[in-house]
């Protein structure tokens, strides 16, 4: 499921305009060029009735979007919003059921020297894996 939002967020223009493919899972090589995302699962399970596993899925998931500056670091979580809010779409074996914005923070960070900026944002992914 990870893949398939990475690969949706490859495929939104307005993404791609900002990142190029500085799209990563889990985490971002210091020093690299920015802006970038990275994409991080929070938590989140399976869903089970009676007889076993529904097949649905609801995940947590984390985007972190890095800028060199804060409005770098907005544009690009406005982008990824636009590209994933409220979604539906089938990819890769996954069904993408809803996908929405549970939470946005910003804050900032010291690499070498250079200050760095972060949205995060929090996304519930209801899904179905086959």
Not at 72 to 88: E, H, P, W
Not at 105 to 125: C, I, K, N, Y
């Amino acid at each position: 499921m990870e893949e398939q939002l990475i690969q949706r967020l490859l495929a939104s223009a307005g993404v791609i305009a900002l990142v190029s493919q500085r799209v990563w899972p889990a985490r971002r090589t210091q020093g690299s060029a920015l802006p970038a995302i990275v994409v991080h699962r929070i938590d989140g399970g399976r869903a089970y009735h009676l007889t076993g596993d529904s097949g649905l899925s609801a995940a947590r998931m984390q985007i972190d979007c890095w800028g060199d500056n804060y409005a770098s670091a907005k544009k690009t979580a406005r982008a990824v919003i636009a590209a994933m809010s409220a979604g539906r779409w089938s990819g890769g074996g996954v069904r993408f059921d809803g996908v929405f914005v549970e939470d946005e923070s910003d804050d900032t960070f010291d690499e070498g020297g250079q200050a760095l900026f972060r949205t995060r944002l929090d996304l519930m992914v209801h899904h179905a894996i086959g």
